[in-house]
């Protein structure tokens, strides 16, 4: 459900008048409204761009046979230029004829082939904007060596090199993006826009114009903040009939019971403290400690701005809910 990212798409279509240059990572916490807004994007290009979103979440991705499904959207056409010329919406995936397809074998096969492809939409006056969502599910892969750093070359080949297209890679986890934001290929090579929740006011808003009170929707924005996901739940939910309170507070008991077993595990329980105190604490380096609360999403890494705080408002509440026992 899209809602007031005016700001955000301002931004995004920016692009169309700028020569492709750098990869561009769009980051922030889980659940922010990340794909929602690329896709929205995406879909409002129309005959300025061409569209071509390649969703890395939707299947297992174990093997390089596996990627090449979800990069690629096979065709029985010969030529797939007038296709993709012709259509007004997304692309999902890089249209390739049945039978190019059958010879990809390596990511160098598959590199080739998107570069001419681009080559060719180019001199039609089009220009790419190829969106790959969530690109850690990737940073396992190993084909001759971990995947993410040739497709990182090959980005930058594509943007700074021959700027055939604008690449966007997106990414909700804060570990992959640290590493990423520190490796010395990409400095210069790329930028980072941060995609956050809704701020109170905008969370407000919408949930008023989807059916809630006032009053509802201050206990929601209590729990939940400006996130978008938990947003849209609670809609639902009032939809249904449930009691908005009710409904909260389950949902907080629920995230503070996967949130407590943690606290043991931790070296120094007072990160839970100043967060609770804070909000968003800055950092010279991550602690074992801040890695823990990253990977089970307590926390959100934030390594442009050099802070972590919490993943939203209900881990927030949780915090501090466990650091007045502490």
Request: aromatic fraction near 10%; proline fraction near 4%.
């Amino acid at each position: 459900m899209f809602f007031d990212r005016e700001k955000e798409l301002s931004y995004l279509r920016s692009l169309l008048n700028s020569e492709p240059n750098q990869i561009l990572f769009i980051y922030g916490p889980i659940n922010s409204g990340k794909t929602t807004l690329l896709l929205k994007f995406l879909e409002s290009l129309g005959d300025e761009g061409i569209g071509i979103y390649v969703n890395l979440r939707s299947r297992p991705i174990l093997r390089f046979d596996d990627f090449k499904d979800l990069l690629f959207s096979r065709t029985r056409s010969r030529d797939v230029l007038p296709l993709v010329l012709a259509s007004m919406e997304v692309i999902f995936g890089i249209p390739v004829p049945k039978k190019i397809w059958e010879t990809i074998e390596s990511p160098r096969d598959a590199f080739d082939y998107i570069t001419d492809f681009l080559g060719k939409l180019r001199k039609k006056g089009r220009l790419p904007i190829i969106v790959f969502d969530e690109l850690q599910v990737l940073k396992d892969l190993k084909v001759n060596g971990p995947l993410i750093y040739e497709l990182f070359n090959f980005f930058i080949h594509l943007t700074k090199e021959l700027h055939l297209a604008h690449v966007i890679v997106s990414t909700s986890d804060g570990l992959f993006l640290s590493n990423v934001y520190t490796h010395a290929s990409l400095y210069g090579r790329a930028k980072y826009f941060l995609v956050d929740d809704f701020d109170e006011e905008t969370a407000l808003a919408f949930l008023i114009s989807n059916g809630l009170t006032e009053e509802e929707s201050k206990i929601v924005v209590e729990y939940f903040g400006g996130k978008p996901v938990y947003l849209v739940e609670v809609i639902n939910e009032k939809r249904a009939g449930r009691d908005i309170e009710e409904y909260c507070r389950e949902q907080f008991m629920v995230r503070l019971n996967q949130v407590k077993p943690l606290v043991r595990k931790l070296n120094d329980p007072s990160i839970l403290i100043d967060l609770g105190e804070r909000e968003v604490l800055e950092y010279d380096e991550l602690t074992e400690d801040m890695l823990m609360l990253a990977r089970e999403n307590v926390i959100f890494i934030d390594p442009v701005r050099g802070v972590i705080r919490p993943q939203g408002r209900l881990e927030l509440k949780v915090i501090r809910f466990i650091s007045e026992k502490l």
